[in-house]
């Protein structure tokens, strides 16, 4: 399956290779640089190449190219699929997944390299195993190893590996027990010229960090569980409970981990109105203007709330893509500070918090490249926003139990809504 | 050994010097500056000589640090293989770290330092004998990757080896290292196979996924090796590892292609069977049997199709992405669209994702559109996508068009085509073009938007849109000679060579429709012919040889100039035209018979081109694979085939030679036992943990083997006559309502998991065949049939799929008595149910009918003593208690009480039954009083029969079933009458929640052996004295929980088992009765809540007594 794999940084350097199977000379990473360059953006870059020999897929993360060399039929989401969970695990076990930090942990990052391949084929990928094969570095357990010359690689097989639930460590003690679930959804969302909704839907996640002695066994039920119909989830949901009775049973993994993730979109909030949309918590009133010959154009942004059940949005930033003709701007933000970069043309405005009594403009005019005609395209606006303690689709948690254990744990519950891939055509 | 360290050293200064010049020749060509080149290979050989003295130091830390920094230069790619000495030496290490490390160092220097690499294999040797099986794990893991053609004798025995070893992870990297060893040397292969076979009979879940990897690289054309384990891999699939499902779903795909006969072809076959129906009617019912086979789907190709659905649901994108190729593949055409929304949400993953799911959207909406139509706006383009990301979508929506939703689709292309990414903009007008053929009622509106184009200031938008109408104009040339004007009027506007090329084109081939114009543009082109670029020069000359034959008076002398030019072009490609256009509309005497046809040759009448997608008849590789993205075949790419017209022998699936446990390691024919139970069972993953514990219990491994490979019926009966009762067995089961299905589906499998110890006992009737279908639906009837009776009579049908082999002969040849008879029936059944949603089937129906009087008769019956062999026995006894339901004052007049009679539910094995008596305190008569609303809203209940009229102080008792899915939630549900209703709940104390089950001491024993670790739960109390002795002990248990007794050797131990009634799990209970009044409560189940629970109340029922 995977046969070797390259990280080539920005720059396009190979800073670590690792063979599963005999060695495949780094000169393969050719096609990949020649991709690159063709590419004028570093996403552009293709993620299955084709060469004479072998097959690249890569993915990118954090400005790194996973570059996985392939010899044969393989389905390529499965080798797309195991480089972002290799990007995981490093961000798991370093913090960040940098450069630097690889090059830091060089000898971490081959043995758990060395554990989640064998032959090319996924061994352990479950970040509860590794770890107990191999411990992360922390500054204290760098300290003891050089000290009394342990190691920070496990000598027997995780339990977990063989047992009923391969994704719990066993054994854990906690003095503080708790459990903390923060459903976080992001509306991605197209709004057109007019401020009319072309497609709104809502990506929903339920984000846990259970720290719990011993088994417990949870089970998570909600007030609306209609509103779930398209979800996917982690191993340890058992399936066929939620589908008999639309409740999240599990034992959960230890520490942090993605319970379940799911998709509303417009269809599904309403299933009879094909057209009724998803509440979209802002709105942008927007006056953008270039004149033909003038070498002056106009901008006017104003933001509000609207739709919000009362919470305020915060953390909103606004940003767009303005067209190459624009030499600089000269705006007026009533609030926040706004900035315009003449290279890449890119213009943001951090707004904070909307007062919806006085709400946020941007104002001013933009100079335009002298005789050049005028942009074709008026810019799209991306916005970003955050809305604390509500979750635009209206779930709602109704209790967690747990079971199996004897102590009362701590049970916490947060909601977030944010903006995803949120976009004002104007 | 002194002379092997000396050697050793000898070689060592050669490798170094040999590496260090590798080192030097590395670092060289990045830096320009040579000196900075012999700085750096100094530094290196510096830094590799003390390396070398550090690993042959006595200090372990001083090693590990070696060894880090030898990894870091691995890492690097830079040459460290002159060390392989000093490193091989520490490969017995004590330290684990450090081992891992030379480990790492080994595998990847093996091959070029073979005589040397050769020194460590002994020690890997020993490490295979390990008791800790993560060494031997690894020591073989490690073998296996030494690339070293010498030792293959060596790793083929530590495979085979390592194939029958007790650890499911040691045999897991066994079926690994085969896929090692074959690249190493393929002549091992049929002694691979071996291993294969072996393997694959495997029923742990980490071994599957890969045993079926090394399948599919060493012999992936031996699918006869697939059919005994194609059911046991369909029930394991959902608890195997994610990975490891991405393999076995395409490697069932495969399978399932050249096994099954297809789902798709269903009313073509309807039609021939209507003709010859009508024909030959005297050979009809011959016909009739062969024709149903066509379209009634195999048992085992719905399976594959049931057991892989809930795998939409995982987070894992390339599960996902296989299940829905599966789908695509396999399912019956109306079946496929079930993937489509699981697809959709992949579209928010990573970018990598997105693309090559959207591939394989496009391919799939050019044959459907409507999957994916409702989800159109999914596909919209966002200003932040990546191009390649952009053009996909685009393509998609192109394909999803169609005349309803044009219109906004033709919106949403009006943004795109203004969008600052140009080489989107061109493929979005390419679209349009595309839409505009497709779609004929459009074809203008594009056209004129197109048109309208032209005038864009973007130079490649507006080339895309002159060729795109001029493939448009194409199509349809009669009503468009405005637009033909319009672009020549264009023309000296555009700079672009293939949009001008095109315009000249478009001009010669229609000069007949602008007469005027056309002369004038090729006076243009002739004065600007020397500076055109090749493509548009062609063009011109013709255009030139196409005036010239329409127009010669005005033309003729342009055309000469043109043509002169064109002979003397630097490029020989229009040089070559020029001479030949020539030769063929000037005549002279040379120019032969062909000048005649001039006219006809350049002015012949040309099709249209097809626009068409690039993803049309993409699907001809298999979806999802590499051969698909990168639209040609992939090495190592296993062809789908086509559906077979006749299907293969499905009874080679039905496992029937039961393997010897001899063979395996005792322990090993035992580790699935309970495995495929589970596997459908509620719980969603399985105990692969157990394995270990059930190791040391006995039993013949033919139970396990036919209840791994059965599916929810008694379908892996032995012979095929069975193997269609079975079938209707299924059938009926897949009518009953979808939830009874998979519950019930864990409880039969459940029951067949205990089978066993009947079958020493018994006798297999004739007739157990025919109760088959009913028997292992429907415990209400076997419940009837053991009180009856009080013999074995109900579990036959289990009975004989587990029958040994010693049996089976017997049967076999007893059924095949009379199966003529049998096949038919049983297919008309099957040809009757075909709708998986008709409505109960007669036996339910018949039970239900039955159910009061039997009810009665169960009543009082207490089977303390029922004999061993029957599975779901009569409760021990029933406590007279029972609760308030319903007030007569809330109730206005209308009381309600219920109580728990204890039996086994008659409407489904999975429901707790409930007696509810209602009276009347009121003066005037109820009317209809039934049952409303009930919450959670998922909560299945039995009603009973709505109560037309309740007289004043009568009292009625009717009874009704609850699944309380194994919890101790109360059952909210609204008691109704005609004028109001009423909420009322029912909350089960947990022993009502399990049904009695009767063992014996030895199968306890077993059962409690597989239930250890945190499955069990104990505690000690001091119990009343009056309660130490035998009999008062299994009252107060027997009040608290419905648990049978399992007949003791000891005096001063007491047994009782029980199954939870909703997922049929074994609920063990021990009171050990000590010295002091004390009393040890064991509770041995893998529904540790509810043992827990269970555990409480005995210990408040056993003290307080």
Known sequence: ?426 | MLSMSTNNLSYNDQGGTDSAVEVGQETTPTSSNAGAGFGLFSADFKKNDDLKEMLESNKESLKLEAMKRIVGLIAKGKNASELFPAVVKNVASKNTELKKLVYVYLVRYAEEQQDLALLSISTFQRALKDPNQLIRASALRVLSSIRVLIIVPIMMLAIKEAASDMSPYVRKTSAHAIQKLYSLDPDQKEHLIEVIEKLLKDKSTLVAGSVVMAFEEVCPDRIDLIHKNYRKLCNLLVDVEEWGQVVIISMLTRYARTQFTSPWKEDSVFDEHSVRAFYESDEEKTRDETEAKAYVMDPDHRLLLRNTKPLLQSRNTAVVMSVAQLYWHLAPKNEVSIVTKSLVRLLRSHREVQYIVLQNIATMSIQRKGMFEPYMKSFYVRSTDATHIKSLKLEILTNLANEANISTILREFQTYVKSQDKQFAAGTIQAIGRCATNISEVTDTCLNGLVLLLSNRDETVVAESVVVIKKLLQTQPTQHSDIIKHMAKLFDNITVPMARASILWLMGEYCERVPKIAPDVLRKMAKSFTSEEDIVKLQTVNLAAKLYLTNSKQTKLLTQYILNLGKYDQNYDIRDRTRFIRQLIVPNDKSGALSKYAHRILLAPKPAPVIQSAYKDRDRYQLGTLSHTINTKASGYLELSDWPAVAPDQSVRNVEVIEPVKEWAPSLGKTGKSKPAKSSDDKFYSDSGEEEEEEEGSGSSSSDDSSSSSEESGSDAESSVEKNSSQSSEESDKSSSQSEKSSSESDTEKKKRKTKKPLQKKTVKPTAKDSDSDENRNVAKEARSSSAEESSSDSESDSDTDADSGTEHKKKTKSKAKPKVEVKSNEEVSLLNLDDFTPAPVTQLKSSVLSPSLLGDLEGLCLSNVSSTIQVSGPAFVPEKSHDLLHRMTGKGLSAQYQFPRQPCLYQPTMVSVQISLTNTSDHPLEQIHIGDRSPTGLNIHCFNTIECLEPEASVTVSMGIDFNDSTQAANFQLCTKEDHFSVSIQPAVGELFLPITMTELDFHKEQGKLLGMNESSATITMAAENMTSQPISRPVATVANLGVVPSGQDNVHRFAGKTASSGAVVLVTVELRELSTALITINTEKSVMGSMLLRDLKQALAQA
């Open chain 1, 1 to 426: 399956m995977i046969h070797s794999l390259f990280l080539v940084n920005s720059s396009g350097d190979i800073f670590l290779e690792k063979h599963w199977k005999s060695v495949v000379s780094r000169s393969v990473c050719d096609y990949f640089f020649e991709a690159q360059e063709r590419a004028s953006e570093p996403e552009n870059v293709p993620p299955v190449i084709p060469t004479p020999h072998h097959y690249l897929i890569s993915v990118l993360r954090h400005s790194i190219y996973f570059v996985a060399v392939i010899q044969s039929e393989v389905p390529p989401l499965f080798v797309i699929e195991f480089l972002h969970r290799v990007v995981d695990t490093f961000q798991d076990y370093f913090g960040v997944c940098t450069e630097a930090a690889i090059k830091d942990n060089v000898v971490v990052v081959y043995e758990l390299l060395e554990e989640m391949l064998d032959n090319g084929f996924p061994l352990a990928t479950e970040s509860n195993i590794l770890k107990e094969l191999i411990k992360p570095p922390t500054i204290l357990r760098t300290v003891v190893n050089t000290i009394t010359g342990s190691t920070n690689v496990g000598e027997q097989l995780p339990t977990g590996q063989l047992s009923v639930v391969p994704w719990r460590r066993t054994g854990v003690k906690y003095t503080n027990n708790e459990a903390y679930f923060d459903v976080v959804e992001e509306i991605d969302a197209i709004i057109d010229k007019s401020g009319s909704t072309i497609t709104a839907e809502i990506q929903g996640v339920i984000d846990a960090c259970v720290k719990l002695t011993g088994m417990p066994d949870l089970t998570l039920s909600f007030m609306n569980p209609r509103l779930l119909d398209d979800v996917s989830f982690h191993p340890c949901v058992r399936f066929k409970r939620w589908e008999a009775e639309r409740i999240l049973s599990f034992i959960p993994p230890d520490g942090n981990f993605r319970l379940l993730s799911y998709h509303v979109s417009s269809q599904n909030l309403h299933p009879l109105r094909s057209t009724s949309l998803v509440a979209i918590p802002v709105y942008v009133k927007h006056n953008i203007t270039f004149r033909e010959g003038s070498s002056q154009g106009r901008f006017e942004l104003t933001l509000g709330p609207k739709q919000t059940m009362g919470k305020g949005v915060e953390a909103v930033l606004v940003s767009s893509q303005l067209p190459r003709g624009v030499l600089n701007t000269n705006l007026n933000p009533t609030q926040g500070t706004y900035t315009f970069d003449p290279v890449t043309k890119l213009l943001s405005w951090d707004v904070g918090k909307i007062n919806p009594q006085k709400l946020p403009s941007l104002k001013g005019s933009m100079s335009l490249q002298a005789g050049a005609s005028k942009p074709d395209e008026n810019p799209t606006i991306n916005i970003q926003f955050k809305i604390q303690q509500s979750a635009l689709s209206g779930l709602k948690v109704n209790r967690l139990d747990m079971y199996g254990e004897k102590y009362k744990p701590f049970k916490g519950i947060k909601y977030m809504t944010k903006a995803g891939k949120f976009q004002v055509r104007t």
